[in-house]
């Protein structure tokens, strides 16, 4: 179990930097809901992800948008469920 919460916690930062990275604002609802599904088999509660993706996104001084929109959303094996994979597009970052 160790290991896998090591590397859900991996998941997080690589899915916050890649976010980031590739112009987009970090959506905390939507990115939590997409990690929480890739990791169901940790039966781990959204808030706890939720959480997680906030202080890492804390920790390196990145914008955050708190859209609880993930509610209902499909986060089947074939697609996110969101438009853009739990990111919106932040004018202020390009």
Known sequence: MTT?????HKDVATT????????W???VSLIA????HRHEHLNIALEDVEVMV???AQRRQFPME???SANG?????QGTGAENGG???SGALR
């Open 4 to 8: 896998d919460l090591s590397e859900l």
């Open 16 to 23: 916050v930097d890649e976010t980031v990275s590739s112009g």
């Open 25 to 27: 604002m970090v959506n």
């Open 33 to 36: 809901e997409k990690l929480r």
């Open 54 to 56: 906030m202080q890492c």
């Open 66 to 68: 708190f859209d609880g």
């Open 73 to 77: 959303a499909d986060f089947s094996a």
């Open 87 to 89: 990111q919106v597009r």
